[in-house]
């Protein structure tokens, strides 16, 4: 049973949040303990949707994110004849977290989605080119959906993972296309893997108070930040974009870029080594 200081703690949480986390910053560490530049504990594990052509579990603290890669044939757009297409998406739906409701996708989760998918396709992972089985008459679709499972902030950077996690797992059958019989034909036997160019890493952190940098935000701090900030690196650790939401100067960005590099120098490289 919670001690009544723990229930008043609660209480304090709830009606007053920001201070709240004022107090718990003035002695340097943060409600889940963590000290401001310190990050969670990252887990990938691949292949475990069986019905799926590629799948990804990423854990990111208590962020839960699981990507499936899902293929089909179709014909390629008239105006990019020689490529296929790669459609990224991402659920919140409302088991999830108590702040999703059931029914449509939310904006938050249309908003998430458009980001991820330009940071997929703006970073290069894999050259629509290579999706192209038969110019102007057959190409791979890939659908690589993602759901959150369970919410605790900094979900772009776990779905980011997931999805370039899922994409690393997933082969597909040989395709072939016959011009006679205007068929496409996949073999049985032989799968090929993608062939990705570049893995891309995101590092996000908060700005609060105009002057503290959080890295990796619960969920709890998210909506009491006057900043997000989220840096994508390479698998080489070298910067390909950054993306901001809300006012931060400068200096805030470039103490980001900086924090991101050092995170990927000390865990980065394991992430996508399966």
Known sequence: MASSSDLNAQIFQRLHPRAYLERFLAEQVRPDGREAEEWRDLFVHVGSVSTADGSALVRLGDTTVVCGVK????????????????????????????????????????VLSDRLASTINATGVLPLSALCIHPERAAWVLYVDATCINYDGNAFDAALIAM???LKNTTLPKATFDEETGRTTCSRKIREALPLKRLPISY???IFDGSTVLADPTAFEEPLLDASISIVLDEHGSLLSTG????????????CVTAAKERYEARGREIYSF
């Open 71 to 110: 293929a089909e044939i179709a014909e390629p757009d008239l105006e990019q004849p020689t490529e296929g297409f790669l459609v990224p998406n991402i659920d919140l739906p409302a088991m999830c977290a108590p702040r999703f409701k059931p029914g449509p996708p939310s904006e938050e989760a249309q």
């Open 164 to 166: 370039v996690a899922a």
């Open 204 to 206: 996000s952190f908060g």
């Open 244 to 255: 901001q939401l809300g006012i931060a100067d400068k200096d805030k960005m470039s103490a």
